[in-house]
């Protein structure tokens, strides 16, 4: 099921499930048998993936899926990949739902929150994954361009785990952040990045420590995992000499990190990084 979110994507293709829809025919007395799709779920648990429609996301949205879990995909631009993600969780047999949100507007993290609630009615697990990542010299870093990258990186995780912490309450569930080895390291080419991903970091142990015993929060940083689609080849190169381990990752190794800590009851306000080797050789 992909669903727009919010006045700003009016524009956005709507395409609603067959497991959903209320539209159509009236159904025969056969098809008032409950489907396995109908049918009530109530063990079923439910994740929201930030960003879940691409790369690392995508993959973590499938490896929940995977593992049982309805997944609740929140996306911005991507909403052919956001399409596809939900065929793919639907044809394995759990329930997506892709919700279109502007997380660099608080408006946007709200609605996404909202949607994400009320979609099948409780919330186990938030994924923060949503980011941006470019490179700005420290001394030409607007003021503009400053806010976006915070708004994006921390003000919508922090809002979105504000806004689910009594639903996730309700479950035990909890709050995987996703940041970065900038958030360890001072970036001085990313320096908003790098700075957004160290309090990200730091939100975690504090809400960490502000919903305990209810909700556990921690996060992933991962290192080298995916290039960045316009990478150059020296440049992914480079970076696979520094990994002590020999190579790039995969988003498969930050996914199955995410579903050792949404496993893991008496863990809260860690940071697991994940990157080779990388930080412990630096
Ligand atoms: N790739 C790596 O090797 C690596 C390394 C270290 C850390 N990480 C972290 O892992 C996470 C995923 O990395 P990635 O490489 O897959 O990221 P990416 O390719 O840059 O994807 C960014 C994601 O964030 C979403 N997003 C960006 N701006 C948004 C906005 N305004 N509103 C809503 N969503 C927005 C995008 O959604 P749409 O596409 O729908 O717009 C996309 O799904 C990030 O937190 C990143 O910092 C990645």
Redesign the pocket.
């Known amino acids: 099921m992909v669903a727009a979110c919010g006045p700003e994507e009016k524009g956005d293709p709507r395409q609603v499930s067959h497991s959903s829809s209320t539209s159509g025919p009236e159904p025969s007395a056969a098809r008032l048998e409950p489907t396995r799709e109908d049918a009530p779920r109530p063990e079923t648990r439910v994740a929201l993936v930030?960003?879940?429609?691409?790369?690392?996301?995508r993959a973590i949205t499938l490896a929940l899926a995977d593992a049982g879990l309805d997944v609740v995909v929140?996306?911005?631009?991507?909403a052919a990949?956001?399409r596809e993600v939900v065929a793919e969780v639907e044809g394995g047999g759990r329930r997506a739902l892709a919700v279109r949100?502007?997380?660099?507007t608080s408006a946007?993290a709200r609605r996404l929150a909202a949607a994400a609630t009320t979609a099948w009615g409780r919330l186990d697990l938030l994924v923060n994954?949503?980011?941006?990542?470019f490179a700005t010299p420290f001394d030409q870093v607007g003021e503009e361009e400053w806010d976006q990258v915070m708004a994006?990186n921390l003000k919508a995780p922090f809002l979105l785990i504000q806004a689910t912490a009594a639903a996730l309450a309700a479950r035990r569930g909890n709050v995987v952040n996703?940041v970065?080895?900038s958030a360890l390291r001072p970036w001085s080419r990313y320096p908003h990045h790098s700075v957004s991903?160290a309090a990200l970091a730091h939100l975690t142990r504090v809400a960490a420590r502000s919903l305990a015993p209810r909700v556990r929060v921690n996060a992933i940083a991962?290192?080298?995992?995916?290039?960045e689609e316009d990478a150059s080849p020296e440049a992914v190169r480079a970076a696979a000499a520094r990994i002590p381990l020999g190579g790039w990752g995969s988003?498969a190794d930050?996914a199955r990190t995410v579903l050792f800590l949404d496993r893991s009851p008496f863990m809260t306000g860690e940071v697991i990084v994940v990157d080779g080797g990388t930080h412990a050789a630096t």
Request: hydrophobic fraction near 40%; aromatic fraction near 6%; proline fraction near 8%.
């Open positions: 930030t960003g879940g429609a691409v790369r690392v996301g929140g996306y911005h631009g991507s990949a956001a949100a502007d997380l660099a946007g994954n949503a980011s941006t990542f994006v996703i970065d080895l991903k991962p290192g080298s995992v995916l290039p988003p930050v």
